[in-house]
């Protein structure tokens, strides 16, 4: 017999119950008790839904209130001394405080840098080591957790973080030292977790170790033998879960390792399933990640049972089948999708879906496909359905993707002397902006949500976002700011909105995935060739610059990112998909300018995210990525300003690709990891403008005056004031008015100090 498991399942609830009720314990409208059972409802909901579908090794650990690598670090005693300080009633709020810089109890904190997780939308918080690091098991959660699955009668498979991806995912703080050095003190905390869990008597533990499918450094690839082998619990079986990627140079390492089982990513690395075979140990359990967890189309079962029959054969019951990853990536359930379009509903598979898909598989390799024969045909069906379908297709797209030419990527004149032509937007030196977004208060949303289901005419629709961008208007003069932004009210996400105005697109009710913490995102089905009907966004910007004689920046996403946040074809590549993206979106960033609008903004805050887990993969994506953007942007002329924005991920390794965009001004992220990214341009010059993130949106405090100073003149060491803006790291979407209006006057603040520091009005100033 086959087996079937999981490696984990998500954790928000089908209608967002864990967001909604985080955000409520954060704004004290409940207490803990009432944040403790909606959390474990929904672990034991999910554990019975895996039951029922036939899971027979249920994840456990794979819930969490913000974030799982988090999770480790607070139970490794992993807690940067800042949040030690008295006032924190529980562990809990100490967790939260880690995440976001606050809690309902403690005094507030810079929170932990979060970062994407390798190449997802997902964002993990970063452990922060120093020299004299400690492991202390700090923590009862994964063990209390693992008594109520048992309790409940199922058979419990720990998840954890491995020990050698922990120590990579994290950061260096202080002192400088190499991370592997924390090896033996790690070590022994570890052993007494899995000792811990055979006491409880799990038989199974899942250790993930997802940077085998990078490109490790040779002391690190030691490091893995050197571990697990100490890392021996007699009785307790150690499955170690590899995926995003090919394992590569590290096959013959993982399979040698002395673990009990090796899960595979069979998608994005079927070539090297007879390769790992060929190396398993007799002894050893091979999990085959078969079905896609990182996207919703529905599998090619009878495919899959072509591969994974032969492989049945040799191994039996050593065989296990699982999603390719944690199912975390893609939503819930697509039984609540009651209004989706019926053709392509038909084409798509939720976490619980796949699930069924697995329970299909397993039932064909014990039973024989007639076992199953209804279930496949209908499967089939629903392939080929959308494989004929007239609605993917249209040769017009075709058409146009196949006449670009260099030149139209390319701006007329380079940078410098677009400069010298953009002095007429009369810019102060350190011109202050936002990255786009205001605050999205309830009545905002509630316009929204009339319109959408007819309670409010479009008059009345279009009447409550003008207003509510003349009230932002307002705010950003009297704040100060140089370059306003009409806030997007009108934008339920930054991706959605364009993908709803857009041909070539789907979109679910209910298809929300986790991003970080409470922060879910509804990603669209990019399911046939892209195209625009008409304009987007141009209306809105017209108006909003009618109300100011100020600079208005048109605000737009990106082809790489809209690309990056949707859940993406797969029967083309994904760079053909992302220049029909760029095509359409150069037509927006014509009509701006024809209709006014002088600085245009063109976010690709996942650009970073899209990248390769292998170097060797890098350059063929960033010459794809960058010359998207640069379809997208260069149809302007000189005197338009070109911004654009990327956030929350690891840039110093592709400034290159960075600069390649040619974008007059970007603006990134720099904030919680304390202007690090500067650090590249030690190495590198880069040559346009760029805007530091000064203060860290995705964290409630309100940043000082001081402390957007002392940053900003860390950037000052490295890049001279004539080609430095100052701005947020990110959008203000998602903060509430008054920490946004309060965090922009003492930017605009620090930026006027600043200004005449470099007058020379204030010569006493040592800020410079």
Not at 286 to 313: C, F
Not at 659 to 686: N, P, Q
Not at 700 to 707: D, F, G
């Amino acid at each position: 017999m086959a087996t079937i498991h999981n490696l984990g399942f998500p954790r928000i609830g089908a209608q967002r119950e864990l967001k909604k009720a985080l955000e409520q314990y954060w704004n004290k409208a409940i207490d803990q008790a009432v944040l403790l059972e909606t959390g474990r409802n929904l672990r034991q909901k999910h554990w019975q839904l895996q039951a029922d579908a036939g899971v027979e090794w249920l994840p456990v650990g794979d819930f969490s209130w913000y974030d799982q690598v988090l999770d480790l670090s607070l139970l490794l005693g992993v807690i940067p001394e800042r949040f030690q300080t008295a006032g924190a009633v529980s562990d809990l709020d100490t967790y939260f405080r880690m995440a976001r810089g606050r809690a309902p109890s403690g005094e507030p904190a810079s929170a932990c840098e979060m970062t994407k997780w390798f190449d997802t939308n997902y964002h993990y918080l970063v452990p922060e080591f120093i020299v004299d690091q400690n492991f202390t098991l700090s923590s009862n959660r994964l063990f209390d957790e693992v008594t109520e699955a048992i309790n409940l009668g199922h058979q419990a498979k720990p998840v954890l973080l491995g020990p050698l991806s922990y120590l990579w995912l994290g950061k260096v703080k202080g002192e400088p030292f190499n991370k592997l050095d924390l090896v033996e003190e790690l070590l022994p905390a570890y052993g007494e977790i899995l000792n811990k869990l055979k006491a409880q008597g799990v038989e199974w533990v899942q250790l993930d170790e997802p940077i085998l499918a990078l490109d490790l450094p040779t002391e690190w690839q030691r490091a893995f033998e050197l571990i697990y082998t100490r890392l021996q619990v007699k009785g307790l079986n150690k499955l170690l879960a590899v995926y995003f990627g090919p394992l590569k140079e590290n096959l013959t390492l993982a399979c040698k390792l002395p673990v009990e089982g090796l899960h595979i990513d069979a998608v994005r690395a079927a070539d090297e399933i007879g390769t790992v075979l060929s190396w398993l140990s007799s002894y050893q359990v091979l999990s085959v990640g078969i079905i896609n967890g990182r996207n919703i189309w529905r599998a090619d079962l009878d495919t899959l049972l072509e591969t994974l029959q032969p492989i049945k054969e040799r191994l039996g019951e050593r065989l296990w089948i699982a999603p390719s990853c944690s199912l975390l990536h893609v939503p819930v359930d697509l039984a609540q999708e009651e209004k989706f379009d019926p053709e392509i509903r038909n084409w798509l598979a939720f976490a619980t879906q796949k699930l069924d898909e697995l329970s299909t598989l397993k039932q064909a390799l014990d039973h024989g496909v007639e076992s199953c024969a209804e279930t496949l045909s209908n499967a089939r069906q629903m392939i080929n359905s959308r494989h004929s379908s007239s609605r993917i297709h249209k040769p017009d797209v075709k058409r146009r993707c196949a006449d670009v030419t260099p030149k139209i990527r390319q701006r007329t004149s380079p940078f410098e002397t677009r400069m010298r032509q953009q002095t007429y937007l009369g810019l102060p030196l350190l011109p202050t902006t936002t990255i786009g977004s205001f605050p999205q208060t309830a009545e905002i949303r509630q316009a929204r949500h009339q319109y959408k289901t007819g309670e409010l005419s479009e008059t009345d629709y279009q009447a409550v976002m003008k207003n509510e961008i003349d009230l932002v208007i307002r705010k950003q003069e009297a704040m100060g700011l140089d370059v306003l932004v009409h806030g997007e009210p009108e934008r339920n996400d930054m991706v959605e909105y364009f993908g709803e105005l857009l041909d070539g697109f789907a979109f679910s009710q209910y298809g929300w995935v986790q991003s970080y913490g409470s922060r879910c995102v509804k990603p669209p089905i990019i399911f046939g060739d892209v195209s625009r009907p008409k304009a987007m966004t141009v209306a809105w910007s017209c108006y909003a610059q009618s109300k100011t004689d100020k600079m208005m920046k048109g605000m737009l996403t990106g082809p790489v990112t809209i690309l990056n946040w949707s859940f993406v074809r797969d029967d083309q590549t994904r760079a053909e998909t992302c220049q029909q993206l760029a095509l359409a979106l150069r037509d927006e960033v014509c009509d701006l300018e024809q209709a006014g609008i002088k600085i245009i903004q063109i976010d690709e805050a996942a650009l970073r995210e899209g990248l390769p887990l292998r170097k060797g993969d890098w350059q063929h994506y960033l010459d794809w990525a960058v010359n998207a953007f640069k379809i997208t942007a260069s149809g302007v002329s000189n005197k338009i300003q070109i911004h654009t924005h990327m956030c929350y991920s690891e840039f110093n390794d592709i400034m290159p690709a960075i600069a390649a965009m040619d974008a007059d001004v970007i603006t990134i992220e720099t904030s919680r990891s304390d202007m690090e990214l500067l650090e590249a341009f030690e190495d590198f010059h880069y040559p346009n403008n760029i805007g530091p993130g000064v203060y860290d949106i995705h964290s409630p405090n309100v940043p000082s005056v001081e402390s957007i100073i002392d940053l900003m003149n860390k950037a000052l060491e490295h890049i001279p004031a004539e080609r430095l803006w100052i701005n947020p790291d990110c959008g203000l979407k998602t903060r509430g008015w008054p920490e946004v209006e309060k965090a922009l006057v003492n930017m605009v603040s620090a930026a006027i100090f600043l200004r005449t520091g470099r007058s020379g009005k204030k010569s006493d100033s040592n800020s410079l």
